[in-house]
């Protein structure tokens, strides 16, 4: 369904951004504010969008394709302005016209709230998967929640985290739409009364539950150069119209009301800003039966009007992929749904169910793992209890009869056990598939952490490597390089990211990496520019830029990377000739706010940076850059600058990272352990062009398992180590004292869980290396070219291409 979109000449745009100024904003363009011009032209590029939006539902009506629905409790869609110019083919023309009307393209759509509808790599997966969707053509939307607060603004007050509330909703958010007629009830709490029916089966009546209005925003999924446009539909939660509430004269039931409309609101209140241990707070379990619930009655009321067949052929119209088990009540909801409402049996609704489901898995670590007290959802949920319980007792009960082999198994795979529900049980039982992230991730599932239920069902199990969407993280966020590759080998990447690989013909060439060195410094300049305007802090262009950015975790190890920092120092000033490569060190990170081991490795962070920017005997060979609020928007303006991406997480412990394929496909080298996705970089670009050190997965484990490893020993061996430690425990740093003492004592009494200190000298060894690559431009260039090549790999839409043949089996529209 091919049809142009109506093209504008730059002047066309002028005139028609003049005239929104004027209609909408009630301004004149010579007044107009930079936000003046962002709504103006937010507003033209909905029009644009909106015929193509209504086109390609219309389009589905019709065809009545399989459709696949992406739950997630997170989507980090970033800031849209751009990337739909962009989609749509006008981002060029538009910034010429903003340009040609005296503004700045660049602070135009910085006007942007950037919402922070999720934590990191998770969330942000779902935006990407949902942009690639739509631009392969497949019918495929997003159902999530629309958080009045999202992820915390941070600052550093003293080099401490702290957390400031994000109302991004303050001023209208332009690509919403309130869709009050498409509401839907979900229903809490109550009792569950038992009938039994004429022929003897069972009716199940849920009564007195707690009523929730659950309105849907939906918002433009836009698809690049191909008319189509898909739907995120965010739920928000508001308290159902009732007439009391007009009538009500008594004071004191009226100030009821309010409070219980208060406790209502709540549920889409804010977004837990947590990312890799969950609490078992009932207000996130309340907020994901919320999602789930409402969104399966909008998909089974879509699916009654549209295809008008009963229930029993779902399986063949409808996939609910779930990211994580976030929302894995989708399992016990359907099955009510489907016997309660529906009239099926438990054996029908149970085949229905689990050919709907599929479950993605983002963790091995154990605290991620989700677990609720069941007396908690019992009391929240009365009928969904009743039913996981019973989903429990068949599985265990299977497995008695049907694999004895697995019989002493049954305690650590039940999916009730110690009086709690473990949903990541609860999701495989119930879906037809199970993916990891990453190879190795999906490997470690299979043979260690699911390792029964692999045996108990091999055919579910498959690895869906995660991926980014280039058109936002090459094509926006980096044009210079963008227009150099398709000068070069013309415009057909694009749409086939894995002829980035025809780049591999100018891997010599001379004035081709010529104009990548010069992109890059571009690049560096501009975050410099930056750098110097948040924080007053002048860094060299020169200088290696070497990012680690994403969440703050142990397991993450931004704390090796910070003693590397704190070593160069302690060499520096024991040698103040040493010839090193010039390194400006550049952090984003925000820790859960609860974490508070990762706020201590915060503030060491930012105690370091700021004694090493103002020592003069460092002569600016070393800059410590901790840029603060790090999310969506900070991304695309460091990332096109980095020259060295760090990935040094435990290894065994990232399930893939997305961070690692970004850089790469901005031309960065990763140093990186072989964990996640690095390990599928590194087989793409060969390992010269790439910095690969420390311990394996497979060390990791038997360490865990025997116990071997004592920190303590190189402690006593390793002198740049213990110098390191003597000053966190109260030591001289350049001419200050600096106190960490938790971190000396968690290190040496926890015994280092994360191995830091036993990968410290392969870190620092494989950085020097580093530090000598980088002086020789040419082949650092060649090599940071071989990583672009090798990037279109990464592009979501392989990934979705792999899930819609493997998982969802649709059809592209
Ligand atoms: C769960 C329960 C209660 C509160 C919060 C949560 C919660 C929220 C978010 C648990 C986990 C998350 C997010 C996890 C996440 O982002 N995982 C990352 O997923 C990426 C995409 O697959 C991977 O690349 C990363 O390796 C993985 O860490």
Known sequence: MKKTLTKRTIDELVDEIKSKVELLRGTTIENATNKDIYYAISSIVNEEINKSWTQTEENYKQKQPKQIYYLSMEFLIGRLVESNLLNIGLLKECNEAIVKLGYSPEDIYAQEKDPGLGNGG????????????????????????RYRYGMFEQRFINGHQTELPDYWLKEEYPWEIRKAEEAVEVHFGGEVHMFKKRNGSLEFRHENTDKVLAVPYDVPVVGYNNQVVNTLRMWSAESPAVES?????????????????RSIEQISGFLYPDDSSYE??????RQQ??????????????????????LAHLPEKVVIQINDTHPSLTVPELMRILMDEEGFGWEKAWEITSNVVAYTNHTTLSEALEKWPKDMIKSLLPRLYMIIDEINERFCQGIWFDYPELRDKIPEMAIIADDQIHMARLAVVGSFSVNGVAKLHTEILKKQEMKNFYALYPEKFNNKTNGITHRRWLMQVNPKLTSLITETIGPRWISRPNELTNLLRYSKDRPFLDKLGQ???????????????????VVDENSIFDVQIKRLHEYKRQLLNIFHVIHLYNELKNHPQLDITPRTFIFGAKAAPGYYFAKEIIKLINTVASIVNHDPEIKGKLKVIFLENYNVSLAERIIPAA???????TAGKEASGTGNMKMMMNGALTIGTLDGAN???????????????????EEVFEYYRTGAYVARDIYNTDERIADIMNQLNGGEFGSQEIEFKDIYYHLLY????????????AYTETQQLVDQEYRDKDTWLSKSLINIAHSGKFSSDRTIQEYANDIWKIQKQ
């Open 750 to 761: 926890n015994n280092d869980p994360y191995f830091i200190l036993k990968d410290f000298d």
């Open 643 to 649: 020259d060295l991406s760090e990935q040094i997480s």
């Open 245 to 261: 509430d007009l009538q009500t004269s008594h004071t004191a039931q009226y100030y009821h009301h309010l409070e219980h409309n």
């Open 280 to 285: 078992g707070k009932i207000l996130r379990i």
């Open 122 to 145: 998770l969330g942000r997966l779902a935006a990407c998967f949902l942009e690639s969707m739509a631009s392969l053509s497949y019918p495929g939307h997003g159902c999530g929640i």
């Open 679 to 697: 390990i599928e970089i590194k087989n793409l670009v060969g390992d010269p062009n790439i910095f690969i050190f420390g311990l394996q997965s």
């Open 289 to 310: 039966y919320f999602l789930v619930s409402a969104s399966l009655k909008s998909i089974l009321r879509e699916y009654k009007q549209n295809v008008r067949r009963s």
């Open 519 to 537: 992109i890059k410094r571009a690049n560096k300049e501009s975050l410099a520019n930056f750098i110097h305007e948040k924080t007053g802090i």
